[in-house]
Nanobody, 130 residues
């Protein structure tokens, strides 16, 4: 079973930067982070979980409008680690940030199919003060 551990969360002032990491382990032989669509989510107590950014196996990225231009998702396949670089942080970015991994299950021509049942980390807390 894939195990994800987030780290890098901290308390910083608005305008500052943080880099979150998600270390992945427990892969079946022959699999690594490049076998998964990776993503970052965040959640505030009392509110619904919000998608932040995704990175698929073709290197394509997506971002929530609220973080576009400020956050960057990336990965290091050799280290089996996912990253989220967060710049120009705002108080509204305060949340618990979670890493997710959705395994590739099939390929057909140029189409990649994923499991739809991602693994999740336990989260790392980010607190941004004014």
């Amino acid at each position: 079973q894939v195990h994800l551990v987030e780290s890098g969360g901290d308390a910083v002032q608005a305008g500052g930067s943080l880099r979150l990491s998600c270390a992945a382990s427990g892969f079946t032989s022959g699999y690594n982070v490049n076998s998964y669509r990776m993503a970052w989510f965040r959640q505030v107590v009392g509110k619904e979980r919000e998608g932040v950014a995704t990175l698929d196996t073709n290197g394509r990225t997506t971002y929530a409008d609220s973080v576009k231009g400020r956050f960057t998702i990336s990965k290091d396949n050799a280290k089996n680690t996912l990253y989220l670089q967060m710049n120009s942080l705002k108080p509204e970015d305060t949340a618990m940030y979670y890493c997710a991994a959705d395994q590739v299950v099939a390929l057909s021509h140029c189409t990649v199919y994923y499991s739809g049942m991602p693994y999740w980390g336990k989260g790392t807390l980010v607190t941004i003060s004014s």
